[in-house]
């Protein structure tokens, strides 16, 4: 009895400390990650809030930025198709339909990105993803243009725009 205890317990501490390496390897994989992109704080704070992201390799990782861009994608394509058609004022009009107009094409765009992204043709996949990020762009500088107006938008825009950037950072590591 006192051996079949012991052999108990050898295996639950050896799982634990299995469990342990691997959790300390996952979380060291997203900073070494994070590390090679330009906004690390961001990538480290977003992947951490990521269910699948402690357990996922850099192409999983890659996966969850791209999946995270897309839902951004059509939240804000809904956002400004609401917002256009609520806008009294012209140039607030134009502004969102410029937004609703870009972040159309972001989403084809970005259809294409996730298919890259799964067949690893991540040359086409860096690509989609700088389209997405200057789509972003585009729409938040619409709002800079004269007569200059505060785009309700802004906070969105950057979100796709940081997810699209460490995204294409990530892909770049792929290869």
Known sequence: MEMKL??????????????????????DLIEDTCNKTSNFK???????SKPGSATADVQGLAQIVA???QINLKDTFSEAS?????????????????CSEVYGVAID???????????KNY??????LSFVYG??????????????RPSPLTKNNN????????GSEIVLILG
């Not at 040359?123 to 989609?128: A, C, K, M, P, V």
Request: with cysteine; net charge negative.
């Open 135 to 148: 789509d972003a762009d585009t729409c938040e500088e619409s709002f800079h243009e004269e007569p200059v």
């Open 67 to 69: 999946d995270q861009i």
């Open 109 to 119: 765009y970005m259809n294409g990105v996730l298919i890259n992204l799964k067949s």
């Open 6 to 27: 012991l052999g108990w317990a050898t295996i639950v501490l050896a799982l634990l400390i299995f469990d342990q390496s691997f959790t300390s390897v996952s979380a």
């Open 123 to 128: 040359s086409n996949t860096r690509d989609g």
């Open 82 to 98: 609401k917002l256009y058609k609520e806008a009294t004022e012209r140039v607030i009009k134009e502004c969102f339909q410029i």
């Open 42 to 48: 961001f990538c480290v704070s977003f992947l951490r």
């Open 159 to 166: 979100d796709v725009k940081n997810l699209a950037l460490i």
